[in-house]
């Protein structure tokens, strides 16, 4: 969106904006690796017992006859999880509308190489387990290294990468928010379990309700979170289509238009202003009088009508995501045991492929999906980005992390492999993190000089 700042703020204003997206990206990726460190120190401590006893806690909710009840994991799994990708489908709408995807051109590179980064990691995963001779159990985690962590990429992009070029990040961005939508997808294709069709069809119907919602002109919240969790949510769940597909449906469905326009909020707001500052005030009163009071909600109401539904629920929930939802997630499942059969563990098929994937698959499809994009002229680099740069970004790109970790889950429920499965996704995210770090860096200093 273009700013309506003088030309001479424009500047200060997007470095201000890019200082600020920086610190959220170090704080919430700083409280991932906390979360995450916290997770294995305690599930390998004396007081493992107590880490294993408290996820598995079961919680239950009723509506009437209607009894949903699951272990703490679970709710955190099925229900934050949906959450956070309620969050993820409203900023992947918004960039669709307004951002860096609403652009074919712009958007081509980021999608083609989100592709590639998806494509080959699997490719990679199906080739070592087939080759190691792994069961038909082991070969359905093929969807493990297709994710990318956007948290934990976009927190250690803000931490290593302060000469690299704005639109480097932009870049990063993008590719991960296709990359969710892939993951998304990925999900309710391949790993939806036995349906019940009376229930998907419920949900079919709230689904409708809320596209009917947004096309009627509603856009007080609490009318799309009835319809979007106590409806469409909770049918997915009993259907057998996991629920964060239900999250990303709901946040397409979210009104993307304001209630007032941008002329009408002039408008108002002018004359509100200039109520409250004619209405004068007592002397020696703290408090507004009852014209300039009245002036001041009004103000307030016309400035919420002022904002689409879709950017308040995002501003709104972004905090609770980031910040607990993804923590809380990493924490409850990176408790993995750690011992002498687990690392010998690692030469197995299922970690093999995870590393396959990760470490070769994720960098090498996105950098080889970058050059033909750009070789060809499908697509341009952004300004001030070099191959070099998208090297570096390819590497992070492979830090799978929690989002690695939620479809091996899926995947792989209970089995053997689920624990195989999370060391194999923990070392090979924190290579490419290494090695993405130090590639960027030097990218960064080569940029420089």
């Not at 997007?14 to 906390?34: C, F, I, P, S």
Request: proline share 5%; net charge neutral.
């Amino acid at each position: 969106m273009k700013s309506l700042t003088a030309p001479e703020n424009s500047a200060q204003g997007t470095a201000d904006g890019t200082r600020t997206h920086a610190q959220k990206d170090v704080l919430g990726g700083t409280l991932l690796v906390g979360a995450t460190l916290l997770g294995l120190t305690w599930a390998n401590s004396p007081w493992a017992q107590s880490y294993e006893t408290l996820w598995h806690i079961p919680l239950s909710i009723s509506f009437g006859d209607l009894v949903l009840e699951r272990s703490l994991l679970h709710w955190i799994n099925d229900g934050l999880m949906a959450m956070f990708f309620f969050v993820a489908g409203l900023e992947i709408k918004r960039e669709f509308l307004v951002g860096e995807l609403s652009s074919i051109r712009e958007a081509s590179l980021p999608v083609l190489c989100a592709i590639g980064g998806m494509l080959v990691p699997a490719l990679c995963y199906v080739g070592t387990v087939t080759t190691m001779g792994g069961t038909e159990q082991a070969a359905a985690g093929w969807g493990i290294p297709m994710a990318t962590d956007i948290a934990f990429a976009l927190g250690l992009f803000a931490i290593v990468s302060r000469r690299a070029p704005p639109a480097l990040r932009i870049f990063l961005l993008s590719l991960a928010i296709v990359d969710d939508l892939g993951a998304v997808l990925v999900i309710a294709l391949f790993y939806t379990s036995d349906l019940s069709i009376l229930s998907l069809y419920v949900g079919i119907g709230f689904l409708v309700a809320l596209i009917a919602a947004n096309m009627a002109g509603f856009r007080h919240s609490i009318i799309y979170g009835v319809l979007g969790i106590g409806g469409l949510w909770v049918a997915f769940l009993i259907s057998g289509v996991h629920p964060t597909v239900a999250g990303v449906l709901a946040a397409f469905a979210i009104p993307a238009r304001p209630h007032l326009d941008r002329q009408e909020f002039v408008r108002r707001g002018a004359h509100l202003l200039t109520t409250f500052h004619q209405a004068g005030q007592v002397e020696d009163s703290p408090l507004a009088n009852p014209t300039q009071a009245d002036a001041a909600r009004k103000l307030e109401l016309a400035s919420d009508l002022a904002q689409t539904p879709l950017q308040r629920l995002e501003h709104a929930l972004w905090p609770w995501t980031m910040l607990v939802i993804m923590p809380l997630f990493a924490l409850s499942n990176a408790g993995v045991p750690i011992h002498v059969d687990t690392l010998k563990a690692l030469s197995g098929a299922v970690p093999l492929g995870i590393l396959a994937g990760l470490m070769i698959g994720k960098p090498f499809g996105i950098a080889a999906a970058a050059w033909l994009a750009v070789r060809s002229g499908l697509s341009p680099l952004p300004k001030g980005v070099s191959f070099s740069h998208v090297h570096a970004i390819a590497w992070l790109s492979g830090i799978g992390f929690t989002m690695s970790l939620f479809i091996a889950n899926i995947a792989f429920g209970t089995s053997d492999h689920l624990a195989n499965a999370k060391v194999a996704v923990l070392l090979g995210s924190t290579c490419c993190a290494f090695l993405g770090s130090l590639l960027l860096r030097r990218a960064a200093a080569a940029s420089t000089t």
